[in-house]
């Protein structure tokens, strides 16, 4: 599958991707109402049902299979890019699945409980685990970061921007630096292991962003005197 990203567009107005698909190639689309253009056979579009895992965790009732040869332009929300993620034998990462925006042929699914802990913070219940040979497409916020562990070494990383991480990574929540640092900080997952993690850039800018333009001196101080204050002031 060959995917072309139209850089020309407004990343404020959103960014479209184009999707070719080559003779035999199919690609499931978990967000069917963002294609806007296709050029095939009517046949090599079949929307389904999704199961009903599926719709819980993309909210969403239908997938579109489409089948090449074949065309077709997807848009992607403000503010998002979409990362190709080629699976390798033995990957042993762990997604979130509501970052899926398509899966190829040959990709398989498996789900993974989260302690209470975990479920807790990232205020999810399951992570998904993509095995087979393929590819899927992540919806991210900015670029994605990817940051290599180590067996002893940890590495502290701001929760909500994981996007994913080795199932057999060693993980807890904490803080770092000084007193001050640790009061005025999200939570981190600090993390041992091997294999990468995987990160979106863009979710901090965007909250860097927003306090640029709406947060005033006053609310900035108390953020930042008050024990906690970036946790409990938004």
């Given at each position: 599958m060959d995917i072309r990203f139209e850089t020309e567009t407004l990343q404020a107005l959103g960014e479209a991707a184009t999707f070719r698909l080559s003779d035999g190639e199919t690609a499931h689309m978990l967000h069917p109402s963002q294609i806007i253009a296709y050029r095939g056979a009517s046949a090599g579009r079949v929307d389904r049902l999704m199961d009903v895992k599926g719709m819980y965790r993309k909210h969403k009732l239908l997938r579109a299979d489409l089948t090449g040869p074949c065309e077709f332009i997807a848009v992607l929300p403000p503010g998002y890019n979409l990362k190709p993620v080629e699976l390798q034998t033995g990957s042993d990462l762990l997604y979130d699945y509501r970052h899926l925006f398509?899966?190829?042929d040959g990709v398989t699914m498996q789900s993974r409980i989260l302690n209470v802990k975990?479920?807790?913070?990232?205020?999810d219940a399951i992570k998904m685990k993509f095995s087979g040979i393929g590819q899927i497409g992540l919806l991210t916020e900015g670029h994605v970061v990817e940051a290599v562990?180590?067996?002893s070494e940890p590495i502290y990383v701001q929760a909500d921007s994981v996007i994913?991480?080795?199932e057999n990574a060693r993980?807890?929540?904490a803080v770092y630096g000084n007193h001050l640092a640790s009061q005025h900080m999200s939570y981190?997952?600090?993390i041992t292991g091997q294999g990468s993690v995987l990160l979106q850039a863009g979710r901090e800018?965007?909250?860097?962003?927003?306090?640029?333009q709406n947060e005033g001196l006053f609310k900035r101080?108390?953020?930042e005197v008050i024990p906690f204050g970036s946790v409990f002031i938004k």
């Open positions: 398509y899966y190829t975990n479920m807790l913070i990232t205020r562990l180590h067996p994913a991480y080795p993980m807890e929540l981190h997952w600090k800018s965007r909250k860097l962003e927003d306090s640029l101080i108390l953020r």
